[in-house]
């Protein structure tokens, strides 16, 4: 079975300053990584994903995320957090190419950002 | 806009009754998937269609059903609803069965409550 960890339920960080949101993983074989923001009132917007390749993978709105297989981690990050980046974030694994479980999404818990002025 | 259509995005019913939810896939997505967001929960797969067929289950109870119609749509079936199941439910489209790597598209989502 897959699992994903979202330790914090919230991260605060002021405007300006880098944010890190972190994320584990389980799978079987090699995983498929996803990372989603959900606005109010909205669903979820895809930020990035990682299949295979450069460990640290570039998405939309500034927002990177490194891979790291002997952790199992999945950790988003931005060098320079802006207010408009408070939403709700979720991590997602899924089964690589040759796994069973085809498109099930695992999600973790979600993390609520916070960005300060 | 991420180019996924739920309606109604919201409904409001009462215990015992069934409801109908729609989803309009993404152009040229076969995969459809369902998804339920509660806050004791969190987010959940329930099911996955891909060309009309069934592909995958996930933790969707007997009292719900799904189906995928031959111009891609989807369409959840809720019966004999409880106030457990107010929720808000997603649907989400990608391109192939869902083993590729591309990600899948989520809609707004319809939000269920069951008074």
């Known amino acids: 079975a897959q699992s994903v960890a979202q330790p914090e339920d919230q991260v605060n960080v002021a405007e300006g300053n880098p944010l890190t949101v972190k994320c584990t993983y389980s799978v079987s074989g090699n995983p498929y990584l996803f990372w989603y923001v959900q606005y109010p009132n909205r669903g979820l917007q895809f930020l990035l994903k990682y299949i295979t390749g450069d460990n640290l993978v570039k998405g939309s709105y500034g927002f990177e995320a490194e891979f790291n297989k002997s952790q199992t981690s999945f950790h988003l990050k931005k060098p320079s957090a802006l207010v408009s980046d408070s939403a709700l974030y979720f991590c997602a694994v899924r089964e690589g190419a040759g796994g069973t479980s085809y498109g099930k999404l695992t999600f973790g818990q979600g993390t609520i950002l916070t960005v300060h002025p | 806009d991420s180019g996924v259509t739920q309606t109604p995005k919201h409904l409001i019913t009462a215990t015992g009754q069934r409801v109908t939810l729609r989803c309009s896939p993404r152009s040229g997505d076969l995969s459809v998937y369902w998804y339920q967001q509660s806050l004791d929960q969190g987010l959940q797969f329930l099911i996955q269609y891909y060309n009309g067929e069934e592909r995958a289950k996930g933790n969707i109870l007997e009292r719900f059903s799904a189906q995928q119609f031959p111009d891609l749509h989807s369409e959840l079936n809720l019966s004999s609803l409880e106030l457990g199941d107010s929720a808000l439910y997603f649907c989400?489209?990608?391109?192939?069965?869902?083993?590729?790597?591309?990600?899948?598209?989520f809609g707004d989502g319809t939000r269920l409550s069951i008074l």
């Open positions: 989400a489209s990608s391109v192939g069965q869902g083993a590729s790597n591309q990600p899948q598209h």
